[in-house]
């Protein structure tokens, strides 16, 4: 039972990380980000390349190539995203929204097969591979290589919640979420905060994208399809628009992931994050830590 | 653009002049090759003119449209299969199977903002693929075979050209169909809806029941699509409805003009005779529609052929 707990609530540090820029996004301009899952395939695929480019590692240095990796990679996404909103999204704001959710899907759509048509449609071999020896806390089985993860996941989400709680550029974020044009009167430079928040946000991703692809140790340019619904759900289920609940809800979903999967079978456990988003969505579309709002449709 | 082509492309004489180019193709060829490609695009405009009534009329994103083409190319395979019914006889099945999905996946989403829906529908579509991949009655991962052709009566339609034909007949009424529902008073509300939901509800249109039935009538469109591709290809898997899938018949759509009917019956055809002149790109093929889908609705938002009736653009 705490294994299933430990296992869920490892790979929904996963998915709390890529609902961040969800939800990021989300709050800033109103926008599903189709291509944000696709960003996270993306930084797997520039890790991919960046590690290859090193070579030869052994155990020691893999470590410190994995962290060189990270930076490379959540660059690259970072200007990926900042990218795809100057030229997808920028130029559609304040047109319908159909408008724009068509150009993410072509956004997604073209990254995926960018990637498929460069580097392959088959699945890759991550070059580093994170196996260290197991240790036994509590009765729960945990590698060294998941803890040192989930804590660079947890410092990521933390230094993301300074950064949007206590930076100028943080408060000019909240602001343009409670009202841009406000924002845009105050003197607030709405554009280059946009650009920024895409920045961080698809940066996180990438991250994300990098430590799935050392931990599972495979990665295809389809991997970030299923992970950007299940982002999209845990933002959902945290509150869309809201961080914390982002990330509360990357750690519920995995933990409901890896129940459901336990007491249905693990092919059902795709199937479970959907119901689950379409219950919260009948039931309580605000989720858990969102305020009710008065919908501008 | 000359008057006189412009003349032409909106003259009443397209539909006619279309159906009549369809129905003549396979006397000019009716190799089996060409009628396969043929029936496949038939069937693909039937998915179109389905995913225009959602889409392109009522503007709210399905992508999960796919889905619904598995449902009814499932319900009326299981039936034939155990059962031994003919396909026709499984159409009240496949109906009533796809109105209650519809409802069931379009309830709850379409009181929310329109851009749930999109992702809802995106998650539906995987939902179905993998509960037809995980269960037993669907055959799993290999899923049916040996589905029958249509046999109506005692003629029987099994022969690549009578079947071809009847899918040009059933598109041909597909196409019409949501043509006339445009135009009808649910129809009206819907492009009301489309273009400003708040104004339509302050004059006394029902936003959510007409969204409700845009979307349970593209579903049933679908549906139907899938019964045919069901029989066409007489076996069907999880794998053939993948989210590119949706992908492409929404590709049709926003390339031919969003709630256009000779603009989206010409992107189905195009894009479902296209990937065989590109066969050997083709996944630089999927690069460029998605290039295609973000330059469309930057440059062109209306389609590359779009409808007449449309409100003229209000200055900002």
């Not at chain 2, 492009?191 to 708040?198: K, L, M, N, P």
């Not at chain 2, 069907?236 to 993948?242: D, E, G, M, R, T």
């Amino acid at each position: 039972m705490t294994q299933l707990l430990w296992d869920g609530l490892f790979v929904g540090s996963f998915y709390a990380l890529v609902a961040l820029g969800y939800s990021m996004v989300y709050g800033i301009v109103r926008l599903l980000n189709f291509a944000h899952g696709d960003l996270y395939m993306l930084g797997a695929f520039v890790g991919f390349v960046a590690l290859s480019a090193v070579g030869g590692l052994t155990a020691v240095t893999s470590l410190g190539a994995l962290a060189l990796a990270l930076v490379v990679a959540m660059t690259a996404t970072g200007t990926a995203g900042l990218l795809i909103e100057r030229v997808a999204y920028r130029p559609l704001r304040g047109s319908p929204r159909l408008a724009v959710l068509i150009t993410a899907v072509g956004a997604s759509f073209t990254l995926e097969y960018g990637i498929a048509a460069t580097a392959g449609t088959r699945p890759r071999v991550f070059p580093v591979r994170l196996e260290s020896q197991s240790l036994e806390v509590l009765g729960v089985r945990l590698t060294v290589a998941q803890v040192l993860l989930m804590l660079f996941a947890v410092g990521l989400m933390l230094g993301l919640d300074a950064w949007v709680g206590r930076t100028s550029t943080g408060r000019a974020m909240r602001a343009i979420a409670l009202d841009p044009r406000a924002a845009h009167l105050m003197g607030i430079n709405v554009d280059a905060i946009i650009s920024r928040t895409f920045f961080v946000g698809a940066s996180l991703a990438g991250a994300a994208g990098v430590m799935a692809g050392a931990y599972y140790g495979k990665i295809d340019f389809l991997m970030g399809f299923v992970i950007g619904l299940k982002a999209f759900t845990a933002a959902v289920i945290g509150g869309i628009g809201n961080l914390r609940g982002a990330m509360l809800g990357g750690l519920l979903l995995g933990l409901a992931e890896s129940l459901g999967a336990h007491y249905l079978g693990g092919q059902w456990r795709d199937v479970c994050t959907f119901v689950l988003l379409i219950a919260f969505l009948s039931v309580r579309p605000t989720g858990l830590l969102g305020e009710r709002v008065t919908e501008r449709v | 653009m000359t008057t006189r082509v412009r003349e032409l492309l909106e003259s009443r004489w397209v539909g006619p002049i279309g159906l009549t180019i369809a129905v003549a193709t396979p006397f000019v060829n009716a190799s089996p090759y060409v009628l396969f490609i043929l029936t496949s695009a038939a069937i693909f405009v039937v998915l179109a003119a389905g995913l225009n009534i959602v889409v392109g009329y009522c503007g709210l994103l399905d992508l999960g449209y796919v889905a619904f083409m598995a449902v009814g190319a499932y319900t009326s395979g299981i039936m034939t299969t155990r059962w031994d019914l003919p396909l026709l006889a499984t159409l009240p099945a496949v109906l009533a199977v796809t109105v209650l999905a519809g409802l069931v996946i379009g309830a709850p989403t379409l009181r929310l903002r329109s851009d749930y829906l999109a992702i809802v529908t995106l998650g539906f579509g995987e939902i179905i693929r993998l509960t037809a991949n995980n269960l037993e009655v669907t055959g799993g991962p290999t899923g049916i075979y040996g589905i029958p052709s249509v046999t109506f009566g005692s003629v029987d339609l099994s022969t690549p050209a009578a079947f071809y034909f009847l899918c040009v007949a059933v598109a041909a009424l597909a196409v019409l169909g949501s043509a006339r529902l445009a135009r009808s008073r649910l129809g009206r509300a819907w492009q009301f809806i489309r273009e400003d939901e708040d104004a339509a509800e302050a004059m006394g249109v029902n936003s959510y029941v007409a969204k409700l039935l845009a979307y349970v009538l593209g579903a049933i469109w679908g549906s139907v699509a899938g019964v045919l591709f069901a029989a066409h290809l007489s076996a069907i898997a999880p794998q053939s409805f993948l989210f590119l899938q949706s992908a492409l018949v929404l590709m049709a759509v926003v390339l031919g003009g969003m709630g256009s009917t000779r603009g989206i019956v010409l992107g189905a055809v195009a894009l479902s005779l296209l990937p065989e002149a590109l066969r050997d790109f083709a996944t630089w093929r999927y690069v460029l529609f998605g290039v295609l889908l973000i330059a469309v609705m930057l440059v062109r938002p209306r389609g590359l052929w779009p409808a007449r009736h449309h409100e003229a653009e209000v200055p900002a």
